[in-house]
């Protein structure tokens, strides 16, 4: 069954032979960009994709390269005849490490804008803003103007159902106990059909909202994902 796949790119946009700061979108919809903003989401799992052609050869898919201790070392591409290609090392998009954006529309920001962009003092914001798709649509804001950051701590590989409990509770699924009547046990909370629901464990929770965040199916299909690990900074 086919994937939705949003912001899941692994290329990096190289200006004037320096870096610049890569951005990360979380889902509005299902509450992750303010789970992340709040500490609540301390993971996000990511599709590994890649292109259809690499150095002219055509790309059929890829090799989850393992150590004899099941360790996962590489991932690599194949061609149509499941030949590893040369150099064809799929890579994670972001690094230990490396600090990235939390993309927002900048109507979300407007207090955070620096001068030039918003007068504070008087609520004005500049053309450069008020006439930009990225007022209402993350997808196309400037990293360099988000005011929230996160830094990576870990990146791995592995395949979706291979979540712990404890990692699907990183990834923003909520714990609830009834105080009142401590003989209930723990439900965990995520989405269904849109809305929110309360599950009997954290993986049925998480389950459920990756179907919704990315597509009906995808739990099932049980894809290999990377797995970046990271901290909120500011």
């Not at 990360?24 to 789970?35: C, E, P, R, S």
């Not at 292109?51 to 050869?57: A, E, R, V």
């Not at 998009?93 to 920001?109: H, L």
């Not at 996160?150 to 714990?175: A, F, P, Y």
């Amino acid at each position: 069954q086919k994937l939705i796949i949003n912001e899941l790119s692994n290329f990096v946009w190289i200006l004037n032979g320096k870096e610049e700061m890569k951005k990360i979108m979380f889902n509005d919809k299902y509450g992750l960009t303010q789970a992340v903003l709040d500490g609540r989401k301390t993971m996000t799992r990511r599709f590994i994709t890649y292109p259809s052609k690499f150095k002219g050869q055509n790309v059929a898919g890829y090799f989850v390269c393992r150590r004899p201790s099941g360790e996962i070392v590489e991932v690599c591409m194949y061609d149509e005849d499941e030949r590893m290609i040369d150099g064809g090392q799929i890579l994670p998009k972001y690094k230990v490490d490396e600090v990235i954006a939390i993309a927002q529309p900048y109507k979300d920001i407007l207090n955070y804008l620096p001068d030039g962009f918003r007068r504070k003092s008087d609520g004005y914001i500049s053309t450069i803003i008020s006439s930009s798709v990225g007022l209402n649509n993350k997808m196309f804001v400037r990293a360099d103007l988000m005011p929230h950051h996160i830094r990576i701590t870990d990146v791995k590989v592995e395949r979706l159902q291979d979540i712990s409990n404890e990692d699907c509770l990183k990834e923003g699924v909520q714990k609830w106990v009834d105080v009142k009547n401590v003989k209930d046990v723990a439900k965990y909370g995520g989405y269904t059909n849109g809305s929110w629901d309360w599950f009997e464990t954290p993986r049925e929770a998480f389950s459920t909202l990756i179907d919704e965040v990315s597509g009906k199916g995808t739990w099932e299909c049980n894809p290999y994902v990377w797995v970046y690990e990271f901290e909120l900074i500011d």
